[in-house]
DNA sequence: CGTTAACTTTGTCCATATGACAAACAAAGT
DNA sequence: ACTTTGTTTGTCATATGGACAAAGTTAACG
């Protein structure tokens, strides 16, 4: 069955028009919604004065006039509701209240001892508890729950893999479910960080944006005419494996020479422990590299060049796969940025083609560390403002 | 502006969903269509009898009853309307007259001589004007021109390089626009191909697939939910240019260890004349190799071996990527696919990630020589069908 | 400087048109 | 007698355009 157009459909599509762009263009009179939009003001009109029925919208004072009658400015409510959203690293929970603007109302961080399933559930669902009763009264009170997780996740929410977990097929979807009665979303943490970024790291909202998440491994969010792009069965983005240098270093995938065995945070230590930079089974070791670089460790900076290099291919091969607007390099090495920044620019400037250059800007995360919190965020409440138009 | 929903549009809507299901489903009955689509029995009746006036739709005989009053078939009229499409390769023109239900009427192939647009540029147009000669009298007539140039080319059909043709910043389209009063198309060729075989390569038109047109140079047409991506400035696909051997041969677009430089019928015969299995200036030196290797010549048969390894590392990195459902190879290489298939293939196997997999499948090129000049030909009708509907 | 009239902008209300839908109905079969 | 197909008719939801009231601004005039 396909999907038919009728006049109920015309109404949501509307609703939802006058409603994005509120949000988008807040302070705005119904006026100004009018002519944005193309609508008719009387459309506008019985639009709007059902969303601030919905308390989705309200309205302020007066706003300046324009040479006649003074407009009446419509805000979009942001604490309507809440979204609880968790960022599930390899050691630690970072936990957080978002309200529906994307301000962050409360966070939490909490470390995590072990990775095993049967320690860290529990350990989340309590946490998930904790997160509860820090929310305000709202009318929506809290619209759901994302998390967003280091790992390869089908389209119905299942992990399949997360290797540096070293979980496999775990349901984690249905589990929350079971425990919460809420829209649970799960996505990877690079799709999320993509996300996040592209909805709220930017002035203008890019149209088509890769988002590398460098970290222990390597994952790539694709933003695609402003959507996430998460392939046939929702891993797309496994880019960390394409390979590099052919007959290279073993990946854990079985493959050799990809990507993330010489350009991640790990290839990186690894590189430093070879190299006597630093001790095996040092605590913190990303950190006393960088420490190294500031103290003018040549060996250290050179090995960040290194890094920066690699990282350059990776992101050459995808921005002449894809020509995006903007490349965004986030999770942990963002913290490595005056070091491998330089070395990543000029690879891209030298190698790619050259149309790409004029339109693309690379930069690092702006959210810094909250971009997969903000991207799982900003999943909950696009579902729960589609589910609410709907209704 | 934004777009804004009203009744008239919810009309094109639904007439287009209804146009589309009957050009899917040909023949079907009205209640059929009304069935499959959702649409009100009375809606669709409306609709296709203005469809009927519009001659884009035909009434056929009575259809087999069904246990009650015998179904009106209605078939999809192919012959309102044809498209010229042109494949403009390095050395040749390959011109078609090819109807709204995609079946080639009329081909012709030219052989060029020079690759100087300026002698081009009026055998193409004196090519067209004899394509035009045979087109049959139709309701509609010639709705279209689409062109397929192995270049890269801008959202605005401008063409920005064309390595093997030599030609930079040539507005095709502008200047036939200006010989031609019909809507034109300026096409990269790959993203032809890739259009062509998603529309009518497959029984079940795959939602995620990548074409890899393997020639002098590759080019990589990629089909995401169902919609060429050309990416932000229209060049998007230019994977022939990731590094796939690092420090590796020198590419002329500057950069080290292009995958093109491995995986290319360039690459191929290059390598070829270096081991001495052919001649420096030989003609046809592809189809040489390919019955060297039909003659069981060993060196040959390695030969494409090694590239068809080098044609799986970079088609397993887009996998990795995409995740696509389909990986479709066309272009020249596919006439060697009996020597590279079984390479690809086990290549593919043996490293794409395990979720892949499943639902992962790689073929040649089912429309052949055909695949750029059907993508244009389908440009161009989906063009037409969409101004139809608006007028 | 104050007053007033003319014009502008904003937002609501109402009549109208459109197009989908449901149901009744006719036609043509099993 | 029942079923399926296709048309017709009346109803309903919703966007639109224009009229109108409310609340300003601007500029001319005394």
Known sequence: MNRTWNQYVVKQENKTLVLSTIIEQTPISRASVAQVTGLNKGTV?????ELIDEELVEESGPGESNGGRRPVMLLFNGKA????????GVDYLLGTIIDLDGNIFYEKKRQLQSTDFDVVFPFLTDFIKHLMAQVPKSRYGIIGIGVGVPAVISNQGEILLAPNLNWKKIK???????????PIYIENEANAGAYGEMRYGFEQTPKHMVYASIGIGIGVGMILDGQLYSGLNGFAGEAGHMTVVKDGRTCRCGNLGCWERYASEQALIDEAIDRKLIEHNQEEPFHNLIELADQHNQAAIDLFKEIGTYIG??????????????????????DAEQWIAPTIEAYINEHTIGFHQNDLKVSFAKLQAYSTVLGMAAFTIEGFLLKQRDA
């Open 172 to 182: 984690l979807k249905e589990q929350l479910e079971q425990q919460f009665n809420l």
């Open 45 to 49: 009109s019985s639009l709007v004065s």
């Open 313 to 334: 291919i990776g992101l050459t091969n995808t921005i002449n796969i894809f020509n995006p607007e903007h490349v965004v390099i986030g999770n942990q090495l963002i």
């Open 81 to 88: 509701g809440y979204s609880l959203a968790i960022d599930l």
